[in-house]
C-alpha cells in the first residue's frame, strides 16, 4: 500500500499494458479512472475498483468530458498516463497518407492535446506527474515501421520539451520505452505489414518482416506486459522517479547498437534482415 494516494488517468486501459497498471495501482490503494473507447472490456477492473470512463483521444469533445467527471467527482488529478496507441507498419510509399495522419493522431496530438487539457489543473495544485509511454522504436529505426517510428520519435521530443517547461511547476515528465514486449501489437503489426506489402514492390521483404515479427511475438523470448505496467506503478509511487524506464527484450541493445554503429551498418544490418539487396 502506497503512503499517499494519487488521482489517476490511465488511458488505452481495456487491454494488455494499461489494464494491468490500472488494476496494479487500484490494488495499491490509488483513485484510479481507466480511460478506453470500448468500456465494456473494462468490466474485471471496475470489479477492482477501477473507474471506467469512455475516451477516445481523437475526439476532443470526450476528452474534454472525461477530465471534467474527474475533476468534479475529486477536485483533483494527480497522475495522466499517456499509454493509448497503435502501431500500423507498411513501407513509406505503400501506407496512405490518411492512415499515417490517423496514427499520428493517435499516438502524438491524441496524447498532447490530453496533456493540455490536464496540465492547468496540475499546476494549480502546484504538483503532477504525466507518464507517457514511449517505445525504443522512438530511438532506433527499422524498416517498415517509419511512420510508427515518427509517431515515438515525436513522443520522445514532446516529453523532453515538456519535462523542461513545467518543473517549476512542480509537475514531472516520465518516459516510458518498452523493448520487446509480449502482447497483441506485433501480431496485428504484422497482418497490417502483410497486407500493405501485398501486390506492391516490397512483398518479399514486407511479408519476410512480417513473418519475423509474428514468430517474434509468439515466441517466449520477449517480456511479459506486467514489466512494463510495474514500471509504470514505480513512475507513479516513486519519490523521485527516472525521466526514462527503459525495459523488455532487446530494448537496451537496440539503442546501444543504434547510437554507435554508423548509419550505413545499421542499414545494411536492416536489409539483411529483410533480405533487401
Not at 501480431?187 to 497486407?195: F, G, R
Not at 515466441?219 to 509511487?237: D, H, Y
Request: hydrophobic share 45%; with cysteine; proline share 3%.
Amino acid at each position: 500500500m502506497t503512503k499517499q494516494k494519487k488521482v489517476i488517468l490511465i488511458t488505452g486501459a481495456s487491454s494488455g499494458i494499461g489494464y494491468d497498471a490500472a488494476l496494479i495501482l487500484a490494488e495499491q490503494g490509488h483513485k484510479v479512472y481507466g480511460a478506453a473507447r470500448r468500456v465494456e472490456l473494462m468490466d474485471g477492473l471496475r470489479d477492482k475498483g477501477v473507474i471506467p470512463i469512455k475516451m477516445d483521444v481523437t475526439d476532443e469533445q470526450s476528452m474534454a468530458d472525461g477530465i471534467k467527471t474527474i475533476i468534479d467527482a475529486e477536485g483533483r488529478i494527480d497522475v495522466l498516463v499517456n499509454n493509448a496507441g497503435y502501431g500500423y507498419m507498411g513501407a513509406i510509399e505503400n501506407v496512405t497518407i490518411a492512415e499515417a495522419k490517423r496514427q499520428l493522431e493517435v499516438n502524438v496530438f491524441g496524447l498532447a492535446r490530453l496533456t493540455q487539457l490536464v496540465l492547468p489543473h496540475m499546476r494549480a495544485q502546484k504538483s503532477g506527474r504525466i507518464i507517457n509511454t514511449s517505445s525504443v522504436a522512438g530511438k532506433a529505426v527499422i524498416p517498415f515501421g517509419g511512420w510508427y517510428n515518427v509517431s515515438k520519435y515525436s513522443v520522445e521530443a514532446l516529453s523532453d520539451a515538456l519535462r523542461i517547461e513545467v518543473k517549476p511547476f512542480g509537475i514531472k515528465v516520465i518516459l516510458i520505452e518498452p523493448g520487446g514486449i509480449k502482447t497483441d501489437w506485433g501480431i496485428i503489426a504484422a497482418d497490417n505489414l502483410s497486407a500493405s506489402s501485398k501486390d506492391t514492390a516490397y512483398e518479399d521483404s514486407g511479408l519476410r518482416m512480417a513473418r519475423l515479427l509474428k514468430f517474434g511475438y509468439t515466441s517466449r523470448f520477449l517480456s511479459n506486459p506486467i514489466r512494463v505496467a510495474r514500471a509504470i506503478t514505480r513512475a507513479v509511487n516513486s519519490r523521485c522517479p527516472k525521466v526514462r524506464y527503459r525495459l523488455g527484450a532487446g530494448s537496451g541493445l537496440i539503442v546501444f547498437f543504434h547510437t554507435i554503429l554508423p548509419a550505413r551498418w545499421w542499414d545494411g544490418i536492416m536489409r539483411k534482415v529483410c533480405k533487401m539487396k
